[in-house]
């Protein structure tokens, strides 16, 4: 398997990821000519997307959907409640359960987000695994046995408390982002990821940072700071570039 984020943060959310038979979009919140630029710096044709998966339908992770899918007609897994939030298609399968692309096997995690529906999920190929969670207030205690020793966790670490806590975003802002259908904050992030890494875990990429609200070097240090020797490799995505592709 391999991955890279393409995009991360407020104004703009898509991810890649390839197995052996597959490849996908995570999220399409950027503009159909950035996702191609970004693309064909990997090496990869867009043409030859197979599927987008979304995470849900708020603007920062469907932005770039209608084009993108017009130019390409990739098939798009969304549940229900997403399909009734989007631009017409006609080239979709909805998510009801745990599914499977080719020969990638997708869990779903339910995560808590003030959209009409939200999902996270478990990539997996050949006995590797990606774990994708963004945009969720909390992660509920159900689905740690099943997140726990992945090799790649890619998850939002979207704020720090007292930089939103003091910053200029109004009250019923921050009391939002900071509710169980708000984000992940750099503490929370660190002590989930606290709790699932073991020693298959090579990874992390950090997504979802406020511009307003949080740093690159807050994030990782907050995280560094909680796992200490057990910190893996990690990367911290940026809104306007892609990481490095991970190969598992």
């Known amino acids: 398997m391999k991955v890279s984020v393409l995009a991360s943060g407020s104004k703009g959310n898509v991810s890649y990821l390839e197995t052996e038979k597959t490849k996908i979009l995570v999220d399409v919140g950027m503009n159909c000519l950035y996702i191609e630029t970004k693309l064909k ?16 339908t708020h603007v920062d992770h469907i932005n770039g959907l209608r084009v993108f899918y017009k130019k390409y007609k990739p098939k798009v897994y969304l549940t229900d409640k997403m399909l009734k939030d989007i631009c017409e298609i006609d080239n979709y399968e909805l998510i009801e359960d ?8 997708v869990e779903v995690i339910k995560t808590s987000h003030d959209a009409s529906d939200s999902n996270g999920y478990i990539f997996s190929s050949d006995s590797k695994s990606v774990v994708y969670i963004t945009d969720t207030g909390y992660i509920n205690k159900r689905y740690s046995k099943k997140l726990e020793n992945k090799n790649v966790y890619i998850i939002e670490s979207n704020h720090d408390v007292e930089m939103l806590q003091n910053g200029k975003y109004p009250y019923h802002l921050k009391q ?28 992390i990429i950090l997504i979802h940072l406020s511009h307003e609200n949080n740093t690159k070097e807050l994030a990782y240090d907050t995280l560094k ?14 809104q306007n570039d892609n990481t490095e592709m991970i190969e598992i």
């Open 176 to 203: 939002r982002i900071l509710s169980d259908s708000g984000h992940l904050s750099n503490d929370m992030t660190s002590k989930y990821l606290l709790s699932y890494i073991g020693s298959n875990t090579k990874d």
């Open 41 to 56: 710096k990997l090496g990869i044709n867009p043409k030859d997307i197979d599927a987008i998966v979304l995470t849900h």
């Open 98 to 105: 745990d599914f499977s692309i080719n020969d990638l096997k």
């Open 225 to 238: 700071n909680t796992l200490k020797n057990k910190m893996p490799n990690v990367l911290v995505s940026e």
